[in-house]
């Protein structure tokens, strides 16, 4: 039970190994936190549109959020993102799975 619970470790890496493991949480933790102390001026503009429409093209529309961004141009935006939220579906979630299946299968 104690060396299962040390994971195979003994008791003075342990801290250690988790100290340098969690190192890069903890780095991106504290930016995180600490960016609020940038002043606004310097700061750079949080451009989120590629972000939304990278979401609703890949996923698909199904809770009609680019409706209710964008109510002019509802019904070409709501076909697009089936569109291409089912060639993802079978690009990369049938065909490629498949591809790889063959590739392996043929050495």
């Known amino acids: 039970m104690y060396n299962a619970g040390l ?3 003994n008791p003075i890496t342990l801290p250690f190994n988790f100290l340098l493991n969690f190192s890069p949480v903890f780095i991106w ?3 995180f936190k600490h960016a609020g102390l940038i002043p606004t001026g ?3 503009n949080i451009h989120s549109k590629f972000a ?3 979401d609703q093209f890949l996923f698909g529309d199904y809770w009609h ?3 209710v961004q964008f109510p002019n141009n509802t019904s070409k935006l709501f076909f697009w993102s089936f569109v291409s939220s089912t060639a ?3 690009a990369f ?3 490629l799975p498949l591809a790889i299946l063959v590739l392996h299968l043929l050495r």
């Open 7 to 9: 994971n195979q470790r």
């Open 42 to 44: 310097i700061r750079p």
């Open 93 to 95: 979630l049938v065909c």
């Open 52 to 54: 939304f429409f990278a």
């Open 29 to 31: 933790l504290s930016i």
């Open 65 to 67: 959020e680019l409706a």
């Open 88 to 90: 993802f579906l079978l």
